[in-house]
T-cell receptor, first 113, second 114 residues
Framework: AQTVTQSQPEMSVQEAETVTLSCTYD???????LFWYKQPPSRQMILVIR??????QNATENRFSVNFQKAAKSFSLKISDSQLGDAAMYFC??????????FGTGTSLTVIP | EPEVTQTPSHQVTQMGQEVILRCVPI?????FYWYRQILGQKVEFLVS????????KSEIFDDQFSVERPDGSNFTLKIRSTKLEDSAMYFC????????????FGPGTRLTVL
């Protein structure tokens, strides 16, 4: 069974500092996709970054980057130069071929001015 | 920027009643999804819908649930006889053919069953 685990229910970071959110997953598949979604308060989830499992290079989107460790089944999100607008719930998600997404329970990120 | 919208934002109902949750996906999207999140738990996949039929569903999506695309814009989730354990946040999502793995989510409908 595919499961996604986010072991940090809450994290905080000083504005302009760097924070890393953890995610691990369990799968027997070799081809799959991983995602980080952000959900601001009372707003919909938006895609932050995605990673194809067959790619060894870690994905990067501006201040957001991932550390993808396929053998360890780890997919952490690093946010650099944190901004107040980064405060949100962050969900890690996994998708194999097909339609089903599997989500973690989320990490609530607070950015301290 | 186009967004997925959902109505109502909060629905309160009595156990045993039928509810219909509504979603308007992004207009050129072809694939539609429903997820739910029970308070404090994971977001769980319910069903995917393409070409006017269900393409995949989870074990949660039993006979009490149904989905429909009644016209060219709406995508609905019906729960025929609600149970207390159906209380959750329900998210709709959509994607188009090009962004094959990026789903765009709505803000959710909070369903409370009393």
């Amino acid at each position: 069974a595919q499961t996604v685990t986010q072991s940090q229910p809450e994290m905080s970071v000083q504005e302009a500092e760097t924070v890393t959110l953890s995610c691990t997953y369990d799968t027997s598949e070799s081809d799959y996709y991983l995602f980080w979604y952000k959900q601001p308060p009372s707003r919909q989830m938006i895609l932050v970054i995605r990673q194809e499992a067959y790619k060894q290079q870690n994905a990067t989107e501006n201040r957001f980057s991932v550390n993808f460790q396929k053998a360890a089944k780890s997919f952490s999100l690093k946010i650099s130069d944190s901004q107040l607008g980064d405060a949100a719930m962050y969900f890690c998600a996994y998708r194999r071929s097909g339609n089903q997404f599997y989500f973690g329970t989320g990490t609530s990120l607070t950015v301290i001015p | 920027e186009p967004e997925v919208t959902q109505t109502p934002s909060h629905q309160v109902t009595q156990m045993g009643q039928e509810v219909i949750l509504r979603c308007v996906p992004i207009s050129n999207h072809l694939y539609f999804y429903w997820y739910r999140q029970i308070l404090g738990q994971k977001v769980e996949f319910l069903v995917s819908f393409y070409n006017n039929e269900i393409s995949e569903k989870s074990e949660i999506f039993d006979d009490q649930f149904s989905v429909e695309r009644p016209d060219g814009s709406n995508f609905t989730l019906k729960i025929r006889s609600t149970k207390l354990e159906d209380s959750a946040m329900y998210f709709c999502a959509s994607r188009n053919r090009e962004t094959t793995d990026t789903q765009y989510f709505g803000p959710g409908t909070r369903l409370t069953v009393l």
